[in-house]
């Protein structure tokens, strides 16, 4: 229904966008995470991508997306040690560019939600760009911004989560708001993971006054 | 990936547990969760019909609605692996009650759609619901939405909540199906029934004859009796499974327009269920009893009624009544048993030589029994004019007394071990007498005294002239104004019982004899509680005694109960519940009642509960420290 990303070839933007004066326990989400081979922008890239849909604070468990591509680049052991994706494993699966079409279509009029999300979206914006379907439109949050915006708000949020300065990677987050975790990183367990945490945040957003998706972006894109 | 971890909870918890692993599956497949915090009020009473059945994945829940005069009732607690909302999504208008998290809490959703499908396609799922839910919310409303006394009227829920079993499994009386008409009417009469099974060669049953299709079958149309008994038997033969509540029984007499029911366990035929005998389980109710009571005239009478009373008081609690409204009836009808075996002994003796008023105390006095009640009961008379009437009434009552104390023995109560009873010289007495012992006591107050004083002064008068207690009352109130030495004693007295710190940590328990890790509920847990309301009541000057009464008559003057009484209220429900349903569950084994309770038979949210009593117990205890603190020092 709304035209979040542009296709050069076939201009499908309708000019809509998502509607920002809508309340955030009613919005459309769509949490996400990637595994990369790396971190280095220029020399890595996307092996999985996992997401799930939220409207409002509700998971929908039943709606889903993962993929494992094969990356670009080379796979590293350091990197194989995190997700346990073998490069044997990889090179069986396709290409990014023929599953984003379908990712693309998964996150249309949904905000889209991570941890540290800026990092997924830069190489999600490098493939995309590559794949000649433009660029990404989708307004999106970084969960570790809010998480860092609740902790300024004072006694209520710190004292309640001992909010004193720690670390700030999805696995402590999770134990902090008691999000059960296991085994290794996959993106669709940590977007799982990141959708929990998300959910949470968007009960205590409203204490804070953060009622619309408006108010949510404000403090919370990357 | 995520739906395995859907369908592995799935699979643990009733009554999907019951469903195949494809159900399961399509059911994980459609499946989304949301998170409540402590506090949110998930569903509201009266708004549109649910969307979703919920199931609790983590955390709790409270159901509770509100009556027309605006009071909360509290349902139910649910827990994880409980669902809620099912109601309201079979209802299709509104939400029936509320749904509150007590706990941070996070649910699977399953939509309406798949929901009713479950419920077509799997019979078992939906009458787990019904069985689990329904028939709470259908007592509940009844006895207490609008208010009516469960006392009187609603002897209708026990068909909710008994079963076929428990009243219809008898012998059947049957014959062939080759037996002629008088044949069989022959051994309906021998064996005095209404009804009689036929069988076919087979051994199966074929159908059933009953007195009405004598009447209507054959006499009225002048059949012949010897014809053969199967062309006046009725068909298709109801039945209902023995597990079944009566309620389903009722239904089908009514949907069919019969008046016997086939009972059958495990296939096999096992009893005739008769509208009578639903008639004489609607007769087992506290309304019954109670005119049971009155119709009673001698102690011989009486007596075999007590062992009516526990059953009544079982029935009540499957029924799922609030704890206090149970120890109220209980006491409501023991009451009335004393006031009998009273008319009985004032019967026996004449008319007293002087006005006199006979009181309660302890647990009696509070109106707070429950299975297992001793004797603690007085005599306050009034003051004798001349010596002569003095020692008429002494020696009148002396005999009374004993007469009263013997007769409540053999209707069930056992007498007090301490000797507080009436019988006991000391404490049948004339109204100054009284007077001077409360005096004494709180005026110097030593550790009997402080002892007297904690079951004394929860008297209530229970009959006879009801003013003389009223008056000791006055006095008692009077005369307690500022004794702050006094209260200040007792302070350190009830402030020596404290809760099992730490106890699900370390399971601080009874640590030796037959109760080791076990815990006394009536002493670590009621005592406590009880002893504060009192403490509170005594430095307020409230008339009550019952402790519900007392907190709520200081609801808007004592500081702590201001700030802390609607929760003393609940854990006192919760920890009396606690121990009702213990006692009950051993009367059913048929063991010895006490009050120790293992805690690891609890469940998360019941450990959860105690807990939270407990450090609630633990604060008010600071609390009355801290304000008399002087006065402990010098007790």
Partial sequence: MLALFRKPSEDVSSGSRIDLSLPIESAPYVVMDTELTGLQYRADSIVSIGAMKMTGSRIELNRTFYEV?????????????????????????????????????FCEGAVIVGHFISLDLKFLSKEIKKAGFGQLKNPAVDTCMVHDWLLG??????????????????????????????GAHNALIDAYITAQIFQRFIVMLKKYGVRTLRDLLRIGKP | MLIDEVIEFLGSVPPFQFLDGDALKSIAQNISMDFYPKGLVILKQNDPASEHLRIIKKGGVKVFMESESGEEIVIDYRGEGDTFGFLSLIGKDKVRASIMAVDDTICYL??????????????????????????????????????????????DRILFTSRVADIAIKDIVAVHEDATIQEAAHVMAYHKVSSLVIYDSNNFPVGIVTDRDLREKVVAKGRNVSDPVKNIMSLPLIRVDANDYCFEAVLKMIKHNIHHVLVVRDGILRGVITNHDLMLLQGTSPLSFAKDIENQHSLDGLAPLSDKLNRIIGLLLKEGAKASNITKIISELNDRLVKKVLEIAEKKYGAPPVPYCWIAYGSEGRKEQTFKTDQDNAIIYAD????????????????????????????????CEANFMASNPQWCQPLSVWKKYFLNWITMPNPEALLKSLILFDFRGLYGTLGLAAELREYLIRNLKDQNL????????????????????????????????????????????????????????????????RLQAMKETHPIVIELGEEIEQAFEFITLLRIHHQLDQMEKKEPLDNFINPSMLSNLEKKSLKESFQLILKIQDAITELYKAGMVAG
């Fill in chain 2, 486 to 549: 006094f209260l200040a004693m007792m302070a350190s007295v009830i402030m020596k019982n404290r809760p099992p710190l730490g106890f699900f940590k370390s399971f601080v328990v009874e640590k030796d004899g037959d109760h080791k890790d076990e815990l006394n509920l009536k002493i670590r847990g009621i005592g406590p509680l009880v002893d504060i309301i009192r403490f509170f009541a005594l430095e307020s000057g409230v008339h009550e005694t019952s402790s519900l009464e």
């Fill in chain 1, 69 to 105: 591509v094969r990356p670009r680049t080379e796979l590293t052991s350091k990197s194989i040690v995190v997700h346990e994706i073998t490069p044997s494993e990889a090179a069986m699966r396709p290409g990014i560019e023929t599953i984003l079409e379908g990712f693309l279509r």
């Fill in chain 2, 110 to 155: 399953l939509d309406k759609e798949h929901a009713v499908k479950l419920m077509n396609t799997y019979p078992v799922f939906t009458e787990y619901f019904l069985k689990s839910h329904l028939t709470k919310y259908i007592d509940r409303t009844y006895s207490e939405m609008h208010n009516k006394s469960m006392f009187f009227g609603g002897s």
């Fill in chain 1, 153 to 182: 708000q004072g006694n209520g949020f710190s004292s309640n989560y001992l909010g004193r300065m720690e670390s700030k990677d999805l696995f402590s987050l999770a134990r902090k708001f008691e999000v059960p975790v296991q």
């Fill in chain 2, 384 to 415: 004798p004019a001349t010596p002569e009437q003095a020692e008429a009434a002494k020696r009148y009552f002396a005999e009374f007394s004993v007469f009263v104390r013997d007769g409540l023995v053999k209707c069930g109560f056992p007498p």
